[in-house]
């Protein structure tokens, strides 16, 4: 297929090779044999949109250059009388090489140049969540949760320096077959302005700490940040969090009634939120330290949040993290946690030690963990652990594996006490994803 193509690309060029002029920007710069534009030009071909005449031998398997492979795409453009599919592949490939057509005074449309500016991408993952709490009786409590989510992330081009960048969301639950009442939703969206070490993003955007690894938070927040630095980079963010995304505890969710206890006793049910992080990694050390104040009405109703009258509508959450690598296999990671808000469980810490890990453009690589978690559930708001269980501590292994090219497997177990009980908690997860 690829001889064939190079052989239709190479006769296509002799009517054009005597009108050549190199004034192209980097005119010999080799376009490889495995680019998507041999692909397009292959089935621009198929469909006779590009001729050959004359021999049609070429030299091996030589790359061409991009003003060769210009010259082929003008020809394309001058014809009228192609399909809509074909027509698509030619302005995709227009907006690729304009600055070369430009050269050959092909004159390429805004239309044209803004052909592959709105990118897709997505993944399809299935999850399975067991979870098992002891009782005061010794009996379990089981919750199992079968679950099949989609989720499309496009990604536009406004100019050299600014993107926006969504996520939409899908869900359905298997044992119900029932969907998020057939709603796709907009689980976030922002601008993200790049220029040199100094990053901007704004709107509803990812919220993780990255000093401490999402100890303590793995979610999304309405607002503002900046992000700056090289070796050392900080972070600035502010904006609004929404508190019905938080744990169970805080939020005071009751999976029977389908209601927030907690949220309902006040009118606004989102946090203000500000936070300042600062991440150091020159080489195979990495430190980090975070803080993140919430203020809402909320923690005051918030039971074991505070001791006594005095009530706080604060949560003032301080997080520091330390990793080092030691080669290509092993990696130690630790972090601690506190809410200085909090009279109770207001501590949080993990450990863990990482071999290997997935690569899901290569098939068959793998990885494996061990890790101990304490979560105290003023603190760890909403952590970034599958496995996790409200205020719980105790050890977790999991491993994960690529057995084909973009898709991800998944296997992870959780073994600990609840913090107040000291009853049993117990997880088993399990997720298979396909990225495309």
Known sequence: MKKTLVSALTTALVVGAASTTFAAANPFSDVPADHWAYDAVSQLAADGVIEGYGDTTFRGNQNITRYEMAQMIAKAMAKSDVSAADKALIDKLAAEFSDE?????????????????????????????SQRDEKADGSQDKDNADKLQLRLFPTAEVN?????????TANTDLSSDKGDDGNVKLTYVYADGQYGNFNVKLGK?????????????????????????????????????????????????????????????????????????????????????????????????????NDGTSKSDDANIWSVGAGYKFDHNWDLFGAFAQNTEADNYDTAHNIQLSYKGTDTANKGTWGAYAAYRYLGENVALMPTFDTFQVNTKGWEVGASYVPFKNVYTALEYFDGKNLATDRDANTLFGRVSYFF
């Not at 390429?108 to 993952?125: F, I, M, Q, Y």
């Not at 050299?160 to 939409?168: D, E, G, I, P, Q």
């Open 101 to 129: 057509l430009n050269n050959l005074g092909v004159r390429v449309s805004n239309l044209e140049r803004n052909a592959d500016k709105v990118k897709w991408t997505g993944e399809a993952r299935y999850t399975y969540t």
């Open 160 to 168: 050299n320096n600014w993107h926006v960048k969504a996520r939409l």
């Open 205 to 305: 955007m990812p919220l993780y700490s990255v000093a401490d690894d999402g100890l303590v938070l793995d979610d999304f927040f309405s607002g503002a940040q900046v992000n700056f630095g090289k070796d050392l980079k900080a972070t600035l963010e502010a904006g609004r969090w929404n508190l019905e995304d938080a744990n169970g505890h805080i939020n005071g969710y009751n999976s029977d009634t389908k209601k927030y206890t907690t949220l309902d006793a006040v009118n606004d049910h989102a946090a203000s939120y500000q936070g300042a992080e600062f991440n150091y990694a020159p080489n195979k050390l990495r430190l980090g330290a975070s803080y993140r104040h919430f203020n809402d009405a909320a923690f005051k109703n918030v039971a074991t949040y």
